[in-house]
Structure formats: C-alpha cells, structure tokens
C-alpha cells in the first residue's frame, strides 16, 4: 500500500520533512521552557539553572490573583457551555423541528466569526446598557469577570456541542425508549440511562472549554476591566522586561498544565468512543 | 375503536409534550446566543450607521457616512485591508504547503503510529496561543535568543544585533503560520486518511507511475481537505491583531490592528464599529461562497 504511495526516497524526504516540522513547532515552547530555569536574563549564555523564578512567581500575589481569576472565569463558563452543549445536542440530534439547519448555523457561528468582532460587540453593548441604566437608576454593570464569562460561554459552546455529538449520536435511541417503556419519565431516563453513558463526552467537553477559557486573550482584553486574566495580565507585563524571567515559569506551568489536560480529554474522548462503538449502535 | 382513540389522543400528547421539551432544551442555547451574540453584534451594526449613539462626540444622525469613507475614496483602513489580506492570504499558502506533506506522510506512509504522531503535530495548537507568540519575541527580539546567541558565538557584533527579525511584516507571517500549521495538518490528513486505497492500487494496477497516480488521483482527491485546510487558516487570520500587536511593529500592523486602536486608544467607536462590521461581513460573504468545503463536524469526528 504505501509501496503506491511514496517510493521509498521520497519516503526518507517525508520522515525528514516531518521531523523538521515537529522540531520547528517544539524548539520555541522549549526554548520557553529552557529559559524559564536559566538564572540571568532571556539570552545567551546560559548562566546556570535555578529554581529562583519560580519561587518570585508563587510569591508574586498579582501573578497567582490573575492565574485564580483566570481559574474562576474558566470554571463557572465552561459548565455553563458543556450545561447548554448537552441540550443543544440532544435537541439537535433526537428531536425534529422546524428552522433546525438555521439552529446549527446559529450554533457553530462563532466559530468563524472573529474574536476581535465578537469581544467589541460585547464592549459595545455592555456600554450601552450601562449608559441606559445609568439614565434610568443611576447605576450600572460594568465590565469585568462576568462580562468575560459571557463572552467565552459563546465561544466555547460550538466546542462543547462537537465534543458531546458524536458520542451521543453512537448512542442508541433504543436505550431511551427503552427507559420510557419502563416507566421512567424523561428527566429519570436522561439523569439514569443517558447521562452516565455520555459522561467522558461531558468532562471532555469540559475541558476543552476550560483550556480555551484559560487562555483566551482577545475578547477578554476587551470585557476584563479592572480584573485582568492572567492572559491579559501576562500581555500587560510583557512591556516590563525585568519581569519576563518569572513570567516564562508561569508561561512553562501554564503549558505543561494545558497540554496535559488536552490530552487526557482526547485520550478519554477516543478510548469512550471505541468502548462504546460496538455495543451501543441503533439495532439493525 | 376506543382503544385507538385513545392511542391516538396519548400519541398527541406525547408530541405536544414533545414539542414542549424541544423548545426547554433549545431555549437555554439560543437565548443565550440571542442575548450575548447576536443582538450585540446588531447593536454595532446599528451603531455604525449611527442609529444609536453612546459618547458625546457621536454625530447622532442615521447616515452612511463612516460606510462611505471606508469603501470609496482610497481611505487608510481600505489600503490596511488589503494588506492584511494579502499577508493572510501568503499565510494560508504557506501553512497549506507545510501542512500536505505532513497530512500525506500521516496519512500514507506510517500505518499504526500516524494517531500518535498526529497528536504531536495538533498538540502545540491547543496550548496557550499568546504564549507562542511570546516564545518567537523572546526568540527573535533584539536581545533575544537567537541575537545573543551569535554575539556570544562571536557570529555576531553585540552592539549590531539583527534588527528585522522582529517587527515586521515578515514576522508576523512566520508567527501565524506557526501558529496554524498544527490545526490545518487535520483536514488534510482526513481528506487523505478516508481516501479509498484501492483507487491507488488500480491507478498503480494501470501502470500509472506514482508521481502520476499522485497527480491524476490523490491530489484531485484531496482538494477538499485542501480548501477546508486554506480557509481554516484564512478566515481567522484576516482579523488578526494580537501577534502584529506583539512582534509586529508598524510594518507588521494590521487591518485587525486598526479595528483595536480605534476602540481601545482613539475612541472613534463609530469608525471602528463599520471597521469591524466590513470585517464580518467579508468572512460571511466567504463562509457563504466557500463554507461546504468546511464541514466542520467531519474533520472533528
């Protein structure tokens, strides 16, 4: 088969090709990394290791006060997303209704749409609440955390909706009818039948919304205020170079952390996924 | 004939019930959407054609003025647009050139181990976005990794270190097509992965030469993926505006750039309301000419 494919030049061309991808796409987080543990400054010549930077940022209070802020935001929005990606998905898959490819459109368009657009229209439209409650009753919202889970709700929820529609798509309607056929009334079917089958869908779909919550700079720049983010925080310090060493720890953690929650919701997601793949298909 | 009466009656209800559970489970998402999406985007619709207004330096009168110094008369965000285009568009390029051959050696050349191996490619992508952006400043800056690391070696005068690594246009292209590199191996490798290999067998079965058979069958074959690949880098790019903002500088700047200043520095929300509206527009009249070559839930599937 692969004899067809590449000759066995171009094979050895393909493997060398590939390698140099995953060396270009791996040497900058490294390079991160590598420096993060260096006791000097961001250039060359190393100056020996040191753990000094990462001690700064567990004792920097505005660091860790982004980081819980950050932590808060991605946790209250991402249950918030996968709570309305489950009954997005249901309705999409298990019911039929009237305008459904408009549904799905509307859900999976801010996909596309640019974050830079969404998070001003967000900016936009909180100012002019606040100036029309300001008029009316003297006070108003402002922006802030709750504008920032707002924003990143909308934007993880098509993610949360993938996630969880492929398993549940695998998923037989039989089992539910089979609980309705039982006696169950439908909350009793979904809470007993369905979602403990679709569990590992949910706490990957979980994740992966908490990860894009935690990173996300663009709309929150905007909606943050006076609370920064720790991606806006870290933006922010950028200009102050004194500051960058301890900022790289952070950055190290942040990633290792990120990449290894990634990859266990995509293991889980795969592993479910074939588990459940021959026994719960519709019967034929 | 009662009993089916019956029947019928208990059936209605369960629809009517139905229905009612249909319109519980979509009510959350959509007025959610409603109330935080769509009707803010509406609201800067409407404030580009200054049919509300919200600072005393508005002008307070419904017109196409700010519209019409956009789109006529050469204005300075126009000329920014289609830079930002053309800088999105060697981008997509670029990314789409890096990403086949990974898509076919993945998908063709390394049997068992390519899910493993595709993980490794698509994982940086779902790490922090702002912290590879970070890594290529402190790769590239003045005083950076690689300018120390030839004044160190001598290769270099530290007092002339490479100045257009950073802060420029070509910067910010090199930046993003690191960063989508990884997302765009996936649809390639899709299109190729569920490629029948049969077809190959026979086009090779024919006498076809592999260069041929990659010519006339593969590559037709997976233009698809090809497309879906371009457009996933394309769209999100043209609106970008914080790796310009980051290693950019003012040859790097872009269309998105503009859009940020305009609300965050120059206060000139009007103007930037009708940037950001052309802006989404464009990606709708894109999505709608090019968005089948998109199907989303393949490619995550």
Same mark, same amino acid.
């Given at each position: 088969m692969t004899e067809i494919a590449t000759s066995p030049g171009a094979r050895r061309a393909l493997t060398i090709f590939f390698s140099s991808l995953v060396l270009f796409l791996y040497v900058p987080i490294v390079v991160l990394a590598v420096f993060s543990f260096?006791?000097?400054?961001?250039?060359?010549?190393?100056?020996g290791f040191t753990l000094d930077w990462y001690r700064r940022f567990f004792s920097n209070p505005k660091i860790l006060q982004s980081l819980e802020r950050s932590a808060i935001v991605a946790a209250i929005s991402s249950v918030i997303a996968v709570g309305l990606g489950v009954t997005a998905s249901f309705a999409l898959l298990r019911r039929r209704f009237f305008g459904k490819s408009a549904v799905s459109a509307l859900l999976f368009s801010p996909l596309v749409v640019p974050y830079l657009v969404f998070g001003i229209s967000l900016l936009v439209i909180f100012t002019a609440v606040d100036k029309f409650l300001a008029a009316s009753t003297g006070s108003y919202i402002g922006l802030g955390l709750h504008a920032v889970v707002i924003g990143h709700v909308v934007v993880s929820l098509p993610y949360t909706v993938l996630t969880i529609m492929p398993l549940l798509e695998r998923l037989s309607v039989d089992l539910e009818e089979a609980a309705k056929d039982l006696g169950a009334d439908p909350w009793q079917s979904f809470r007993r039948v369905t979602l403990p089958l679709l569990m590992p869908a949910i706490v990957s779909a979980f994740m992966i919304a908490f990860t894009l919550s935690f990173d996300e700079y663009a709309i929150a720049s905007f909606l943050a205020g006076e609370t920064p983010t720790w991606p806006v925080y870290l933006f922010a310090q950028l200009?102050?170079?004194?500051?960058l060493p301890q900022l790289l720890a952070v950055s190290s953690v942040v990633l290792v952390a990120s990449l290894g929650v990634v990859l266990a919701a995509e293991i889980g997601r795969r592993l479910a996924e074939r588990r459940y793949g021959d026994d719960l298909r519709p019967a034929p | 004939m009662a009993v089916t009466q019956q029947e019928a009656s208990a059936r209605r209800g369960w629809r009517r019930r139905d229905r009612r559970g249909t319109a519980g489970l979509l009510a959350g998402p959509l007025i959610w959407l409603l109330l935080f999406f769509v009707i803010p985007v509406a609201f800067v619709a409407a404030y580009s054609v200054g049919a509300?207004?919200?600072?005393?330096?508005?002008?307070?009168v419904v017109s196409l003025a700010s519209w019409q110094r956009l789109l006529t008369g050469g204005s300075v965000y126009m000329g920014l647009f289609w830079k930002s285009i053309r800088m999105s568009l060697t981008v997509s390029a670029i990314v789409v050139l890096l990403a086949y051959p990974t898509g076919y050696f993945l998908a063709l050349?390394?049997? =068992? =181990?390519k899910y493993v191996l595709l993980l490794l490619i698509i994982a940086?992508?779902?790490?922090?976005y702002l912290l590879r952006v970070l890594a290529w400043k402190v790769i590239l800056g003045d005083a950076g990794v690689i300018n120390s690391f030839l004044s160190w070696t001598g290769m270099q005068s530290p007092d002339d270190p490479?100045?257009?690594?950073?802060?420029?246009r070509f910067t910010v292209m090199l930046v993003l097509a690191y960063i989508w590199v990884p997302f765009v191996a996936l649809p390639v490798f899709v299109s190729l992965d569920k490629l029948d290999k049969s077809l190959l067998e026979a086009a090779s079965d024919l006498g076809a030469s592999r260069w041929r058979t990659f010519v006339r069958v593969t590559l037709p074959l997976s233009l698809s993926g090809v497309f879906a690949a371009f457009l996933f880098v394309f769209i999100p790019t043209i609106g970008e505006f914080v790796t310009p903002l980051l290693v950019g500088g003012t040859s790097g700047y872009m269309y998105g750039n503009s859009i940020q200043d305009l609300f965050t520095?120059?206060?000139?929300w009007q103007t930037g309301s009708t940037l950001a509206l052309f802006l989404l527009g464009v990606v709708a009249v894109l999505m709608a000419a090019f968005? =089948?070559?998109?199907r989303v839930r393949a490619v995550v599937a």
């Open positions: 260096n006791d000097g400054d961001v250039s060359f010549p190393l100056a200009r102050v170079p004194s500051q | 509300v207004d919200l600072f005393p330096t508005d002008p307070g050349c390394v049997g =068992r =181990r940086p992508f779902l790490t922090s490479i100045t257009w690594f950073l802060y420029s520095k120059g206060l000139d968005g =089948r070559f998109l």
